[in-house]
């Protein structure tokens, strides 16, 4: 009785109101008997009014009073978007008629839905079979809340129009467009793989090759695009599909995220997301052109090299302050297997300014497709003249690579002299009568440092030969010096080099 | 090209001057959104025409943001941006001519009206709005409460269902149903109290 009594006290209360987890104390034994507890708690958890308005605003009978099906279905389309929370069957069975046969999800117009195969703010996409024409389907739904507004409606039936007329072999096409239905949707391609941030999760940083490949054929399909003046605005790993088997790389979803801007600052949710791909421009809300794209694509191929997006934060607004006011973690730092020449690429993709980047996607698909050649075949293929240029400022192995060119040049040279003296005395040999003599001297004349070689050229004792050895000498020797001279000159000019690229108005991040 | 809405959101929120206002500007948008969509259906427009009226409102809302930014003798941006939120909409809402039917030459008799009606308005649109903050708080707190937790206040408060009966539904025991659905409530009511507009 006694312990009973002390239970009854508003701290212990409090302390159970407080409590973090959804276990059941002790305490609850007391609580199911003791009236006055149970009244008790209620009040401290909140006061009658409260009560009653929780009661009230979340009772359906409540919303049954004014509102009609339409207004339920936006209103629950926006409560998702708000949570972000994956969309629940219900939602799901709303935008499709009932299937036709009992192991699919439902039916929206001539396709039969088999699953769902991805979400997000726009809509969902559902991996669908095209009954006439018998073939696996991609079917991506517009959001009902943005399905209500018919401006909203009219801008993805442009949009997915411009995208259906881009045909290239590096981007999902798109075969069909229905947005007379009363859930406006687009059939795609049905690409059989993953997604490049699956991959990227699953395997971290990519090797060398398949960066170069992939980034220079999603920028050949971007330039697809740009070539009709459409700009993507939504380049990120999410977006660019590996079809399975050949890897071959597809970019999807282009400018749908213009179909909503009639729709613009109230559905938060929108971008269920972050904005780790965005552009500066896109991030302070300017007007964009193709060159943000290339920003865009300057993060993926970041991300490809380290396993993860440029810029990041925890909160969406930390990530857009990124953009626009730092610069990325330099990749040889997370990275050390990467390349100069490829850090100094992103970099440049990644300038502020849109003049300051690559002009263009085919500009940067033709770089990337000699960067590729030139990783796979060294000796053949040079690397894009840019990336040349900017490989000189930086320092050590670029300085040890010039002097080992420098060195090799001379080492040839030389070669080059050795091997003309040997030759000379085989033929020597063979036929005495010599019809370049001063020339043949010459060559011999370096020998003779090497004692066995004095040896070789002595063993003829021609008066004539004798002569012209020591004409020749002094002729041999200026030409020693020569070599030295040419030797030091071009020491000299690698090391004022840096100097040069530097005078010239390049890209900041090459002084770091 | 005009940017798209991640874009605007995104340029909006960059020049809050700190986090804390742009989780605040998303949480008034998340809560005024259906609301001011509800109000206006109410008062009879169409599905296109309630989604319009609630574009407005959000324009002119961020475009006195501007003006906020400018000045130097700023408040705390979420009760700021609550206090305004609350007068355009009230102000676009009384505009909206009952039944969706346009104004004609009448627009004496409407003038006369408009006090009465405003008044009438700002009441209407307190409640909605206090109802309308709850339902968003149900939302954040059914995130992080177990089901059986939110089952337990669901049942036993929205729905009505008798304590006792509600614990067999559910399978645990009547204190433990108490409990629930009182921390349930507690939370719904500290998430709410932010929403309090202080004049």
Redesign the interface.
Known sequence: MNNRKSKCNDQSLIDLLQAEDDGVPAVAEHLEHCQQCQARMEVLAADPQQWRIARQSLSCNQLDAFDDDDFERTWTAKQFHRTQSAWPESVVKQLLSPPSHPEMLGRIGRYEVERVIGSGGMGIVFKAFDTELNRPVAVKVLAPYLAGSGAARKRFAREARAAAAIVHEHVVPIHNVETDSETPFLVMHYVAGESLQQRLDREGPLELCEILRIGLQTAAGLAAAHAQGLVHRDVKPSNILLEMGIERTLLTDFGLARASDDASLTHTGYHPGTPQYMSPEQARGDSVDVRSDLFSLGSVLYAMCTGRAPFRADTSYGILRRITDTEPRPIREVNPAIPEWLELLIAKLHSKSPDDRIGSARELHHVLEQCLAHVQQPLAVMLPESLQQQDKSPPHTTKFARRSVATVCIGLLLLGVVGLALFPRNNGNLSPDVTQPSELSRHTGIMANDPSSIQTTVENPSALRNQRWQANQHEITELIGEAASIQSLIEQEWTIMPDRTESVPAPSQTSK | ??????????????R?P??AD??AW?EV??I???LV??LA??RGLQ??DA?DL??DV??AV?KQIEAWLERTDRGRFRAWVLRIARNIAVNRLSRMPLGGAAIGGDWVCDFVETPVRQSELSNQFDLEF???????A??QVR?V??E??WQAF?LT???EVPIADAAGQLG?????V???R??V??R??EL?LQFEVHE
């Open positions: 090209m005009p940017p798209s809405p991640p874009e605007t959101r995104a340029s909006l929120i960059l809050l700190n986090a742009a989780a998303d948008v998340a005024y959104c259906p969509f509800r259906r109410r599905i296109a989604d609630v574009q959000f324009a961020a206090q109802r309308e903050v709850f339902r968003w149900a939302v995130t409460v177990s059986s937790t669901q408060h929205v729905d645990i025991s009547i204190g433990a108490y409990i629930a009182n921390r409530m507690k719904l009511r709410a």
